[in-house]
């Protein structure tokens, strides 16, 4: 979710596939929030459809592998190679997620009591080991005890962490290992990663939530999106990818498939179906959809992901993410007085005002805070 390169270099379909992302982990998130809704009813039926939302992180992480992959494929003879990756990613990932959680230390430590007054929860963990490990990226390898307004701003940022233990791992092993070599690799990790999560789901002592969010167990969506880069810069790939489109349409209906018996027998992302082949059957479907969208460029997915409103929402996403939550939290819990819910007009009306406030925020991000950062670590070359 945070792989966005310089203005200039930009894919649309890209972009658009971002957009897809945030929007599916925003929907969901914001009809999840409210918890259970009664049977039959039409926020039941809703939050049904978009039971998968979710997933939208798995389709930011095969777009970080594609694309970090790429840019490294690219430049890996190049003397200035890490330095100049990490400095990229540095002025891209590190001063927004930085300033927000520093934020959160911040208004905890000055408006502690006004918050506790307009939350909804009552609870308001103070600064502490859990918040300041954020710092690290160690979210998604240690619990994190979230509750009330912590819950909101910080624990979906877990994939953050993965992806920022990617970003230390990957240009490594692109630097260090020859193109066949990385290809072996590559097709280890596919295949490793779902029978650790297999191992680790039938060991009792192993926290469910933990399996999801380690970097380890979510390599194969990293790494498939690092082989959809291998193909794309062969020629001799490339050239097949376009010119066997039915093949790849035949195996995005096959995958879709796939997806649509997890959406209806093993949705949850704790699930045992999910956590043992579900996250690769979903990286899969996002990479041939990837694909798709770059090979077929007349094509009805790269027509789509071409939509300007998606690929507004795709720009802007990185702050979108991280604030979504506590934007929906603070619009309900000042206007409605109540935990955010979509089950009357009002509260649908205030769902809507928290989306499109997140994505004003962000644009407003964007503009005065990421781009100037982004073309400053974009003065850093190859």
Not at 67 to 73: D, E, F, S, T, V
Not at 123 to 144: E, G, K, M, S, T
Request: proline share 5%; glycine share 6%.
């Amino acid at each position: 979710m945070t792989s966005q390169s310089d203005s200039s270099q930009r894919i649309p379909e890209l972009d658009g596939l971002r957009g897809v992302a945030i929007l599916s982990v925003l929907i969901y998130h914001y009809l999840e929030q409210q918890g259970p809704t009664p049977p039959h009813s039409l926020t039941h039926y809703a939050q049904r459809l978009v039971l998968m939302g979710w997933s939208g992180v798995d389709l930011f992480f095969v777009l970080s592998g594609f694309l970090i992959g790429g840019i490294l494929l690219d430049a890996r003879e190049s003397r200035s190679y890490f330095s100049t990756f990490y400095l990229r990613r540095f002025f891209r990932i590190i001063p927004i997620y930085y300033l927000w959680t520093a934020l959160y230390i911040l208004v905890v430590s000055l408006a502690s009591g006004f918050l506790l007054r307009h939350s909804n929860s009552g609870i308001l963990p103070r600064p502490d080991f859990f918040v300041y490990a954020h710092f690290l990226f160690l979210q998604n390898i240690i619990p994190f005890p979230y509750a009330g307004v912590a819950g909101a701003w910080f624990s979906h940022l877990w994939s953050l962490a993965v992806e920022e233990q990617f970003y230390l791992v990957s240009p490594v092993l692109i630097r260090l290992l020859s193109g066949r070599s990385l290809k072996v690799f590559l097709f280890g990790v596919i295949a490793g990663a779902p029978l650790l999560r297999a191992y680790l789901r039938f060991d009792t002592a192993i926290n469910r939530t933990l399996i999801t969010a380690l970097m380890p167990c979510r390599a194969d969506s990293l790494a498939i999106g690092i082989l959809a880069a291998v193909l794309w810069r062969s020629p001799s790939a490339r050239g097949w990818l376009t010119s066997h489109l039915g093949t790849l349409y035949a195996l995005l209906g096959a995958f879709a498939l796939s997806v649509a018996a997890l959406w209806k027998w093993s949705p949850d992302s704790n699930t045992t179906g999910m956590q043992v082949a579900g996250l690769s059957c979903l990286a899969f479907f996002y990479a041939t959809l990837l694909l798709l969208a770059l090979a077929h460029a007349s094509g009805p997915v790269a027509a789509v992901m071409r939509m300007g409103w998606l690929c507004e929402a795709g720009r802007v996403s990185y702050c979108m993410y991280i604030i979504h939550l506590v934007v929906n939290d603070v619009l309900h819990a000042f206007l409605r007085h109540s935990p955010p819910a979509t089950t009357n007009a009002r509260a649908v009306l205030v769902t809507f005002a928290a989306a499109f406030t997140t994505y004003a925020a962000a644009w407003l991000s964007w503009h005065v805070i990421e781009h100037p950062l982004v073309r400053r670590g974009h003065a850093y070359k190859y």
